[in-house]
């Protein structure tokens, strides 16, 4: 895949964000931290931040990958 292609596939944040949750939590969000499925969204309007309830930790889709420290 070339950049002109990435830009395609993914043209904006969102779309990319969607891509890595369907790839990293296919069946369903769990914590990087602890393991642990109970959490939920800290913000309902971008999902891109949840609260593990078991931890206390929160964490996005990008937590312990080669994004992690990015603006994706």
Known sequence: MNIIQVFEQFPTQESCINY?????WAN???CPYCGSS???NLNSESRTRHHCNACQKSFSVTVGTIFHDTKL
């Not at 890595?20 to 990293?24: H, I, K, T, W």
């Open 20 to 24: 890595l949750e369907s790839v990293r």
């Open 28 to 30: 369903g969000v769990t």
């Open 38 to 40: 109970n959490n939920y």
